[in-house]
């Protein structure tokens, strides 16, 4: 009996383990160092308005990722496998925008952990991202390390949300203006808030912690609840470091300087702490850009993969794969050209509107065979149906915006 009782209680703790990395990799896959530089800039441009936008955009990420979660994890099939079952070929299809966004972004995510190891500890900025993208394969190579994966995955998100915090609090926001315009915003930018939900639940980003959560083995009716308020929970950790980091810029240009650099959360963060804030600054985006790598070229993998217990091996060898060429390119390059982030920045916007319009007809339409007969809830469908026109007006917008943006090129 107390063995019994003690197995229970480890197989419990397995399961909230595994669930609290699926939270973990959803949300730290998103703070990235696009989610940085755009955060900054924006809070540059619209101050305090920049509020209204951050709550439009966790609104829409939560009707969302609570029915992207939910799909997968009743069905037990990744997302691939259920386009695939819905329209034979579209799954590929799918499978290959995620890969080509992840590799393109990876680029980004590489060189962002070497400016931050490079604010951090002066280092080469190449060098920097070549040993960060080595750490990251180390993690999938080695398997005590890919163990420690979720464990990883909280630490490095605690981290980043800490020592904002810091900075938040020293750089003295006007918190009451914020709150103001967050329901009374001085000015609306749809374009921002488009590219807040594009930087948070676009491309790979939807579906990388569903996809952590089926390979924890934790999926099914049963499960539904945990499910739900692992998605809401892993939108809300991203909100809540991005309304701090939001803090932590306003204060500086509420008290006139002005983000006129490349880097301007570097620069906001040095502004409200000094050195040290600097070098907060480069934890803060190596750890970002380091998770990003992680969940980036996971998710990827997932895509490309079969979801069974035997094809494990080859799944953590094509994340290799993918750290590995991301990492050779970003040594060739430097950096991403700005020409093909603008190009995988199209990709994103045009894979969440298609794999999410996927997920709402097999809630809608599929529940008897492809959600093994669950009864889907009417108020889940009105929203995720009402987000799903949303997120195909706002794919439009920023497809336009991408074509004029390469026309003028």
């Known amino acids: 009996m107390a063995e019994k009782t003690l197995g229970q209680a480890a197989a419990s703790a397995t399961t909230r383990s595994a669930l609290l990395g699926a939270i973990f990799l959803m949300a730290t896959s998103a703070i990235g160092p696009g989610f940085l530089t755009q955060t900054a800039t924006f809070t540059n441009k619209l101050g305090a308005a920049f509020a209204f936008a951050i709550l439009a955009s966790i609104i829409l990420d939560i009707a969302i990722q609570l029915n992207v979660w939910r799909v997968i994890g009743i069905s037990g099939m990744r997302a691939q496998e259920l386009s695939n079952q819905v329209l034979p070929g579209l799954g590929w299809v799918l499978a290959i925008c995620i ?24 280092a080469n900025v190449q060098a920097g991202g070549v040993i960060t993208a080595l750490l ?64 948070t639940v676009g491309g790979y980003i939807t579906y990388a912690g569903a996809h952590r959560m089926l390979d924890s083995g934790r999926v099914g009716v049963e499960y539904v609840r945990n499910v739900a308020v692992s998605s809401v929970t892993g939108i809300l950790l991203t909100g809540v ?30 502004a409200a702490a000094g050195e040290i804030g600097l070098r907060f600054f480069g934890i803060v985006l190596w750890a970002a850009a380091l998770s990003s790598i992680i969940g980036a070229s996971y998710t990827s993998a997932t895509f490309l993969v079969s979801n069974s217990s035997d094809k494990r091996a080859l799944q953590n060898w094509v994340t290799i794969g993918f750290i590995c060429i991301s990492a050779f390119l970003f040594v060739i390059m430097g950096t991403a050209p700005k020409q093909l982030l603008v190009f995988a920045g199209a990709f994103n916007g045009l894979v969440l509107p298609i794999g999410f319009t996927l997920m709402m007809y097999i809630a809608t339409f599929r529940q008897k065979d492809l959600l093994h007969g669950y ?20 794919a439009w917008t920023a497809f336009s915006g991408v074509f004029s943006l390469l026309s003028a090129a």
């Open 99 to 122: 890969a080509v966004g992840g590799v393109v972004f990876n680029i980004g995510n590489i060189a962002g952990a070497g400016l931050g190891t490079n604010a951090f500890l002066g």
């Open 241 to 270: 470091m991005r309304v701090v980091l939001f803090l932590a810029v306003l204060g500086v240009v509420a008290g006139g300087v002005s983000l006129a650099g490349e880097n301007p959360a570097g620069e906001a963060f040095q």
């Open 136 to 199: 990251a394969i180390a993690i999938f190579l080695f398997k005590r390390l890919g163990g420690a994966l979720d464990k990883l995955l909280v630490v490095l998100g605690m981290v980043m949300m800490l020592l904002t915090l810091y900075v938040a609090i020293v750089s003295q926001p006007p918190v009451g203006d914020a709150l103001k315009n967050t329901v009374l915003p001085e000015t609306i930018d749809w374009v921002t808030i488009t590219t807040l939900v594009g930087g």
């Open 375 to 394: 009864k889907y809830p009417a108020w889940l469908l009105i929203i995720g149906w009402l987000a799903t026109l949303v997120a195909w007006w706002l």
